[in-house]
């Protein structure tokens, strides 16, 4: 009793029961779905899981057809995102905090409930479900997480380089090119991870915006959770880590998580 | 005049993002049971939701929902501060390890949480309900809250801890008279923080509430529309809903502006 | 000697982490109502030392005692002594009411007790009538002021105090160092204080224990420490100093610069390496004459206040500072005398690299963590210990890194008339000592190169 007492008395060991937790709750599921994912429904060690995925066109067809969409998404969303952060992080084009906080605020909503409201515009619009309709949703839902990190970045840039570009003789275009664009990158990169990360695994929101016509990867993954193929569906989880893992590390700074994590909440 | 354009284009993001809420906060105030009919001003959408009877569920998930919650966020604040004031004591290589778990859950997709979380209660055959949603949830809430609260304890001055223990304080007063009321703002905004993404949060829930019939908003109203019928009274959910983040939000704005405000005249 | 003298006793304190020792075998005796400061330069271990002395480190090794009752198991909230910490350290969340209360609330005292108490604090750091103020809103030397009350309230044995005084400006820094000069004579207990400020050192104390790389280099009384410095890092230090190189001839005989002068200093023996410090105040400078000891010519004059410091460079290449309140013109011819008592020899810590290695081959040799090539060894083994001697100014530093055979960052320069000495210390912590006439300057990162013929392998006796 009194050794724990003497072991929690320095500050650095409670890190650990948090460290227990992680253990037990994180790092354990995910090893989990590796394992799962390397057998089959008795047990054994297999690789079948994988060979029936690159066999069957449809989740592989499937998988394509959601990076695709992913893609497409992420892209909209740096076109329409980039010029907002932008604006909103001038001083000179927009004065108000209070627009950023609009912009932010549709974030903290429930996806389900956001994307219900979608479905309703598209409903009283008197517009079909579909593709188009999943494109506008996931650009809907996830452009605040474009547009966060990059005003975010934008905001801490020193403004100092902006003038002493102009300051050598840089035209404002130059100045954009040369200077915002290349400073501005870090939060780029984050937004990208924002979008495409969630866009490439949502399951419930695909189903809504298209009457379930259009399957995306995160739903064949739950399907198959949710009929008890787990060891299928661990498989097909383990793919999406290593997508998501390979995209990370492709795009992992330092720099970047700081545009990410910095601004807390707001 | 470029100005101009500006507003403008911030305007029209703004009408998108904008536009669905607002169609279902209008059509809130209607009785109307297919969406986009107007059949005159009404509030009866809003007794109804409350009254209970008929909408026994989803009064029910509400709840469910607000006490995992409370549950989960207070779960998370309490591992979260510990685990924080124990990280920001840590060097070295434990520190970046520490650093690196903590990143995990907020890297990794909410299905792929879920979905490990759901075979790890499968695996040690632990029955799916409350305490599998809340400890799902905290997993994924304290990383939050530990960011909320690192900022706090990496601007405190690293001496008072110190200073306590040499005015006589044993290490828990030390921390109860000192370190607390220091990262005290950290932990309400994790707190709250964490409240929010626990109700927001449908991926990781629908894998680990199990199918004893528990439901929570989120899953309720996943279920529902997956139905075809919008049951009416989400609307006026939805709008309350809406409402409150916006309240939240704006207390919290105001809190961490009048905090920098205070920081400002302190540097002056 | 009554044990009841000395009101700290720091025995042979080591603190290391793994290989590297930030404090090295310190052995520290304090007085009951002495003003104690420990003196160095950044990174010399002074904070450390505070630190394990009330109780927030722990010693490697070593005991410590305070008024008799051994107190290094014992935890810092238990300890009779109370610290005042450079950034102040004040709770941000309190007033400075209960700032300075928080010692005595957490002892229960009763609360008129505490009033009165915390009063009569106050005054004595002049700071009456702010107890209900947020200290956020105070300047740096209220809070410092504060800091002093909330710990001098608890009537601790020991008051240590951690360069209280580094972040305020000058003029408050003065003010300050009055101040607690006189509030150490009205409480009398024991201070001990952490500074790297020479003069403030000698200005408050009654001891001074000068501390480099994590050894006590020297103990003495203001006037001891400036007048008998015990080695060139402690003459360097303390005050500003002429170090040169130096020969002892034999006793009371001290050759440097190229000439014998008549000195005080015995027990060298004969032809024995030595440092010679002189005071720049030391040095009495004329215009020309033929009595003078050493001639020169005025290198550069500036007017510092009270006197003018000049430089002025001998025949043979000599650069000697001095300290007058006569000005000599630049480029004028003078002449020089210094006293024999003036003239201070002391022992050289070394007159060489020595570096201990192991040879790969008979014509390689790994030391300073990396390979060196070598003339070649008779009947040495392959992987034997032996030690490695290279001159001062056989190494040479490079700007590129990437030139060297190992890289090191500059530590500390001593400039010595005519050449500068440096430490050099690379990344795994040995440090090599160089003499160049090229300037360098702290902190800077350096590649080193060591030629073949200038490496002497010694073996190890066993």
Redesign the interface.
């Known amino acids: 009793m009194k050794g724990l007492m003497r072991f929690f ?11 227990i ?2 253990l ?7 090893v ?2 590796f394992i ?1 994912a390397f057998q089959d429904a008795d047990g054994n060690f297999t690789i079948d899981n994988f060979s029936k995925f690159i066999s069957s066109p449809e989740a592989a067809n499937t998988f394509v057809y959601s990076i695709g969409i992913a893609i497409i998404t992420t892209v909209l969303c740096i076109l ?1 995102g980039y ?2 952060a932008y ?2 992080s ?1 001083r ?3 004065r108000s905090r209070v ?1 950023v ?6 974030m ?7 994307t ?6 598209f ?2 619009m008197r517009l079909p479900l579909g593709e188009g309709a999943l494109i506008f949703g996931m650009v ?1 839902n996830f ?2 997480f474009m547009i966060y990190p990059i005003y975010n970045t934008m905001q801490k840039m020193d403004h100092s380089y902006i003038e002493a570009a102009q300051d050598l003789g840089a035209s404002p275009l130059k100045v954009f090119t040369k200077v915002m664009l290349p400073l501005s990158m870090p939060g780029v990169m984050s937004g990208i991870m924002m979008v495409f ?2 866009t ?5 929101i695909a ?2 915006l298209t009457m379930n016509n259009i399957k995306l990867f ?1 739903t064949t ?2 399907e198959n ?1 949710n009929n008890g193929m ?1 060891n299928y ?2 498989a097909l ?1 383990l793919i ?2 290593v997508i ?1 893992f390979a995209s ?1 590390m492709f795009s992992d700074s330092e720099e970047e ?1 700081r545009a990410t ?1 910095e601004g ?3 | 005049m470029k100005r101009f354009f500006a507003q403008t284009y911030l305007w029209l993001l703004l009408a998108m993002l904008y536009a669905p809420i607002v169609i279902i906060a209008i059509f809130s105030f209607t009785e109307a049971k297919v969406l986009g009919n107007w059949t005159g001003f009404s509030t009866k959408l809003y007794t109804s939701l409350f009254s209970g009877g008929v909408h026994h569920s989803l009064l029910n998930a509400i709840e469910n929902t607000l006490i995992i919650a409370i549950v989960a966020a207070a779960l998370s604040t309490l591992l979260g501060s510990v685990a924080a004031i124990g990280i920001h004591n840590l060097r070295g290589r434990k520190k970046m390890v520490m650093n690196a778990l903590n990143n995990i859950p907020m890297l990794n997709p909410d299905i792929i949480t879920g979905i490990s979380l759901f075979l790890l209660f499968v695996s040690l055959g632990i029955t799916q309900g409350y305490t599998t949603v809340i400890l799902a949830h905290v997993a994924f809430c304290t990383p939050y809250v530990v960011l909320c609260i690192m900022p706090r304890l990496q601007q405190m001055n690293p001496d008072i801890y110190e200073a306590a223990l040499d005015l006589g304080a044993t290490p828990l007063q030390a921390m109860r008279k000192v370190i607390i009321p220091e990262i005290k703002p950290g932990m309400i905004s994790g707190f709250i923080l964490a409240f929010t993404l626990s109700i927001d949060d449908f991926a990781v829930t629908i894998f680990t509430i199990g199918t004893g019939g528990l439901e929570t908003l989120s899953t309720y109203i996943y279920a529902d529309a997956r139905k075809g019928g919008l049951t009416p009274e989400l609307r006026p959910l939805s709008t309350i809903i809406f409402v409150t983040v916006l309240l939240l939000l704006i207390i919290i704005n105001v809190r961490s502006q009048r905090a920098a405000k205070k920081k400002e005249a302190l540097v002056k | 000697m009554g044990e009841s003298n000395f009101i700290i006793e720091l025995s042979h304190i080591s603190k290391c982490y793994g290989e590297k020792c930030v404090l090295d075998d310190v052995s520290l005796y304090v007085k009951k109502g002495e003003f104690v400061t420990i003196l160095g330069p950044s990174g010399c271990g002074k904070t450390t030392l505070l630190k394990i002395l009330a109780g927030f480190g722990v010693a490697t090794s070593g005991e410590i005692k305070i008024a008799g009752a051994d107190i290094t198991d014992v935890p810092p909230h238990l300890r009779p002594v109370n610290t005042v910490f450079q950034r102040y350290a004040l709770f941000p969340h309190l007033n400075v009411y209960d700032n300075i209360a928080f010692g005595l609330k957490l002892k229960k005292v009763k609360q008129d007790e505490i009033d009165a108490r915390v009063r009569k604090a106050l005054k004595m750091v002049g700071m009456t009538d702010y107890e209900w103020r947020d200290v956020n809103s105070l300047s740096g030397g209220q809070q410092q002021r504060v800091a002093i009350a909330r710990a001098i309230i608890n009537r601790p044995q020991v008051l240590l105090l951690d360069e209280p005084l580094a972040a305020l400006d000058l003029k408050m820094r003065k003010d300050m160092q009055m101040e607690l000069k006189d509030m150490h004579k009205t409480l009398g207990i024991t201070f001990v204080y952490v500074t790297h400020d020479q003069e403030e050192a000698l200005t408050l104390s009654d001891t001074i224990v000068v501390m480099s790389e994590g050894r006590v280099q020297q103990i003495g009384t203001p006037t001891d420490i400036y007048n008998e410095p015990v080695n060139s890092f402690v003459a360097d230090f303390i005050g500003e100093s002429n170090i040169l190189n130096g020969e002892m001839v034999r006793d009371r005989v001290v050759k440097f610069m190229g000439r014998e002068f008549e000195c005080v200093d015995e027990g060298f023996g004969e032809n024995t390496p030595v440092d010679v410090v002189i005071r720049p105040e030391d040095v009495y400078i004329m215009a020309r004459t033929d009595s003078g000891m050493l001639d020169g010519v005025v290198q550069s004059c500036i007017f510092k206040g009270v006197h003018y410091e000049m430089t002025v460079l001998t025949p043979n290449g000599y650069e000697i500072m001095i300290q007058d309140y006569n000005a000599f013109e630049v480029g004028q011819e003078v002449s020089m005398i210094v006293k024999p008592s003036d003239i201070h020899v002391m022992h050289k810590e070394r007159v060489c690299n020595t570096f201990e290695g192991k040879m790969v081959d008979s014509t390689h040799v790994e030391m300073l963590g990396t390979q060196f090539l070598c003339n070649e060894v008779a009947d040495v083994e392959v992987g034997e210990s032996v030690l490695v001697e290279v001159p001062f100014n056989k190494v040479e530093l490079m700007d590129n890194k990437e030139d060297g055979q190992q890289v090191g960052d500059v530590r500390f320069i001593l400039y010595k008339g005519d050449h500068y000495h440096l430490t050099v210390r690379t990344a795994d912590g040995d440090n090599i000592y160089v003499d160049t006439t090229d300037v360098w300057d702290d902190g800077d990162i350096v590649g080193i190169r060591i030629q073949a013929d200038d490496i002497v392998i010694k073996k190890q006796a066993k």
């Open positions: 008395m320095r500050r650095h060991n409670w890190s650990l029961p948090y460290f937790f992680m037990i709750f994180v790092v354990l599921p995910l989990l779905i799962y329409l010029p907002a604006i909103l001038n000179e084009l927009c627009m906080v609009l912009f932010i605020l549709p903290w909503i429930n996806i389900l409930v956001r219900l409201a979608t479905v309703a515009l409903d009283f809907y452009l605040p990360m969630p490439i695994s949502t399951f419930a189903e809504l995160g993954i739950q959770i787990w569906g661990a989880s999406m880590l998501i990370e998580q994590n807390g909440i707001i």
